[in-house]
């Protein structure tokens, strides 16, 4: 079964554009999150997507947004770009069986610079 | 709201040693509790996770966790050390006040170094 894919790997954006990453979860995983990286703050959740519904979100600015789409693939869109939006920003999916413990599977990572 | 802690930030070991990384947690109700791993350049990879069914986890690779309710600790260990654990790993913990796992918390990662 095909893992987490996150296209594209590497962005160079410069301030004040925006950008759109795109998370295509593990087939038959139905919730999808979103998580950034940096060295300073560590890793931090976005917010996470279930049956096109975002149930929980982070303390994050509203210029990173999010949404899933039927087949539970996910974008996250970071508008107005800052410096300090610069960092490897990581989907993961889960199954959401409500009664176990689910695992997150992660994806290899969007790394974005912001010049 | 549920909390981490990863005392240290760099540990190394020589190889064949034990490996201990350590991880206390602050909740206020029974914890599910991971440990990832991140190699360079990679996202992160489920190491084991606690889950409430057994206090002991063994996991992939050799590690494995205790879950001590009495030291809020969750602590990873790998009795001997191989030049491929070399990378980042991180205790989580995961906000089953929601009634869902879908947001982890993570520690601030320990970097694990092997001598050779």
């Known amino acids: 079964k095909a893992g987490v894919t996150q296209t594209p790997r590497y962005l160079i954006k410069t301030r004040g554009q925006q950008v759109t990453l795109s998370c295509s979860p593990i087939s038959g995983h139905r919730s999808v999150s979103w998580y950034q990286q940096t060295p300073g703050q560590g890793l931090q959740f976005l917010f996470e997507?279930?049956?096109?519904?975002?149930?929980n979100k982070g303390n994050f600015p509203g210029r990173f947004s999010g949404r899933q789409f039927s087949n539970s693939r996910s974008e996250m869109n970071v508008s107005t770009l800052e410096l300090g939006d610069s960092a490897l920003y990581l989907c993961a999916s889960s199954l959401f069986t409500a009664v176990l413990s689910d695992t997150q599977y992660f994806g290899p990572g969007t790394r974005l610079t912001v010049l | 709201a549920q909390s981490v802690t990863q005392l240290g930030s760099h540990v190394s070991v020589s190889e064949g040693a034990l490996v201990l990384l350590r991880c206390n947690y602050s909740?206020?109700?029974?914890?599910?509790l991971f440990w990832y791993v991140q190699y360079p350049n990679q996202g992160l990879q489920l190491l084991l996770k606690y889950t409430s069914a057994a206090t002991l986890v063994k996991g992939i690779n050799g590690f494995e966790a205790e879950f001590k309710k009495s030291e809020t600790s969750f602590h990873l260990t790998k009795p001997s050390a191989h030049m491929s654990d070399a990378a980042e790993y991180f205790c989580a913990v995961s906000d089953i006040g929601t009634g869902a796992n879908s947001k982890l918390t993570f520690g601030k990662g320990i970097t694990l170094s092997v001598r050779p």
């Open positions: 909740s206020s109700v029974p914890p599910y």
């Open positions: 997507y279930f049956s096109e519904t975002q149930r």
